[in-house]
């Protein structure tokens, strides 16, 4: 980090940024993008997404599933990629609903019965 700025507050066009012991927290929303410019060389950086690979999210650095850690040389980028897969709507909302429940209810009560009236024909001896 370059000397000076570790606890410095930013303005960019389009966002806040601040430093805080050499470390910023960048909020940036659906297409948004940042660059930072006039970073010196061998300044060293670490990229990683706070909230990685939730709600269905799957979070990339430059391709990899790993979070970026490194000395900074010329024009370096990194491209931290959140993708969400689209999901079919199932009609499904919840799988602790009562009409599962009752589904599941209503096959052990129809197994059970027949195995039951398996049980007692085999017993007896009945054969077809």
């Not at 940042?34 to 706070?50: A, M």
């Not at 979070?59 to 990194?78: C, M, Q």
């Not at 709507?89 to 009409?99: H, P």
Request: glycine fraction near 8%; aromatic fraction near 8%.
């Amino acid at each position: 980090m370059k000397e000076g700025i570790e606890n410095e507050t930013v303005m960019p066009d389009n966002g806040k940024i601040t430093f805080k012991n050499g470390i910023a927290e960048i909020a940036l929303a659906h297409g948004e993008q940042i660059t930072f410019l006039n970073i010196p060389p061998n300044t060293v950086y670490k990229v990683k997404e706070k909230e990685a690979n939730q709600g269905h999210y799957i979070t990339t650095y430059n391709g990899k599933k790993e979070s970026v850690e490194a000395v900074l040389k010329d024009d370096d980028s990194v491209e931290v990629v959140n993708n969400k897969e689209f999901v079919p709507d199932t009609g499904i909302t919840d799988t602790s609903s009562c009409n599962m429940s009752a589904g599941i209810i209503i096959s052990l009560i129809a197994l059970g019965v027949s195995l039951f009236i398996s049980y007692f024909r085999w017993r007896r001896g009945f054969k077809k």
